[in-house]
């Protein structure tokens, strides 16, 4: 069974600073990996995916996160962090390999605070 | 192009009761999942519906269940409420391009 293990439950990093939260994921096969995040009472936005093309994947708002198969990482990072990033986030993997059979299998969450 | 969208925000439902919470789709896609996420947790996978048929389901018991429209809007119907059903229910949706799941803003469900 494929499964994402998010290592942080809470981030806080002060405005400007680097922001970096870690994401392990377990899967006997190439998987597509997700970030997703999730604003108080909102829904949840894509930020970016990796499906087997480039290792390094560049999302919306400044957030990249790169693949690394040899330690089944997927960890998300931005350069400088902004009070707006405030939020929860969550690796995902999908599961299924043909369209119309993928379910997505959420991590725990990582509540990020960003520190005026 | 209009996002996917959900009906009611919220909802307060006693034990026992039954409930169907709606979903339409984004425009030009043809599969819809529905997931719940308790207070606290990730959202956990409930089913998935394309071409109006269940097509893979999550550890939820058969009072979960759920349709697809012609016009690829869906329905999630739970039966015989229970506290634990408390939860926010998120519904995504996804064209025949890509495996990218957009998601509706949620329907807070609360059960006393």
């Known amino acids: 069974a494929q499964s994402v293990t998010q290592l942080d439950s809470h981030v806080s990093v002060s405005e400007g600073t680097p922001v970096l939260l870690r994401c392990n994921y377990s899967?006997?096969?190439?998987?597509?990996l997700f970030w997703y995040v999730q604003h108080p009472n909102k829904g949840l936005q894509l930020l970016l995916k990796?499906?087997?093309?480039?290792?390094l994947v560049k999302g919306i708002n400044g957030f990249e996160a790169e693949f690394k198969k040899s330690e089944t990482s997927f960890h998300l990072t931005k350069p400088s962090a902004h009070m707006s990033d405030a939020a929860e986030y969550f690796c995902v993997v999908s599961t299924g390999t043909s369209f119309g059979n993928e379910k997505l299998t959420f991590g725990t969450g990582t509540r990020l605070t960003i520190i005026p | 192009e209009t996002g996917v969208t959900q009906s009611p925000t919220h909802l307060i439902k006693t034990r026992g009761q039954q409930v169907t919470l709606r979903c339409s789709s984004q425009?030009?896609?043809?599969?819809v999942s529905w997931y719940q996420q308790a207070l606290g947790q990730g959202p956990q996978f409930i089913f998935q519906?394309?071409?109006?048929?269940?097509?893979g389901r999550g550890n939820f018991p058969p009072r979960f269940s759920g349709l697809q429209f012609p016009n690829y809007s869906s329905e999630l119907n739970v039966n015989a409420l229970e506290l634990d059903d408390s939860a926010l229910y998120l519904c995504?949706?996804?064209?025949?391009?890509?495996?990218?799941?957009?998601f509706g803003p949620g329907t807070r469900l609360t059960v006393t």
């Open positions: 899967s006997s096969y190439s998987p597509s």
């Open positions: 990796y499906t087997s093309a480039a290792t």
């Open positions: 425009s030009g896609h043809n599969t």
């Open positions: 519906y394309y071409r109006e048929e269940e097509n």
């Open positions: 995504a949706s996804s064209s025949s391009q890509n495996y990218e799941q957009y």
